[in-house]
Nanobody, 115 residues
Framework: QVQLVESGGGLVQAGGSLRLSCAAS????????MGWYRQAPGKQREFVAI???????NYADPVKGRFTISRDNAKNTVYLQMNSLKPEDAAVYYC?????????WGQGTQVTVSS
């Protein structure tokens, strides 16, 4: 079992920055990929970014060049640095982990971007 707890969401003006954190606990050694997804009201949950156990990263097109995912293995934490935020980035952001062929999700953290 893996538990994920997100933090760092909040209200920010367009053009501003936020850093989300996701702390993992439990069967840490079984974690492979970790990533972030988001879900805006009335929309489906969508992929944002992923980082593998080896440190390779991939991003959704709408966030490329603005968001950066990173991983601190010593702290069992994944971060999402979000810069140049746009109103369309507003959503609940969910941390995700793939461990032993099973997907785990955090409870989500709200990001609100005012125009």
């Amino acid at each position: 079992q893996v538990q994920l707890v997100e933090s760092g969401g909040g209200l920010v003006q367009a053009g501003g920055s936020l850093r989300l954190s996701c702390a993992a606990s439990g069967s840490i050694s079984s974690i492979n990929h970790m990533g972030w997804y988001r879900q805006a009201p009335g929309k489906q949950r969508e992929f944002v970014a992923i980082i593998t156990s080896g440190g390779s990263t991939n991003y959704a097109d709408p966030v490329k060049g603005r968001f950066t995912i990173s991983r601190d293995n010593a702290k069992n934490t994944v971060y999402l640095q979000m810069n140049s935020l746009k109103p369309e980035d507003a959503a609940v952001y969910y941390c995700n982990a793939l461990a032993s062929l099973r997907m785990y999700w955090g409870q989500g953290t709200q990001v609100t971007v005012s125009s």
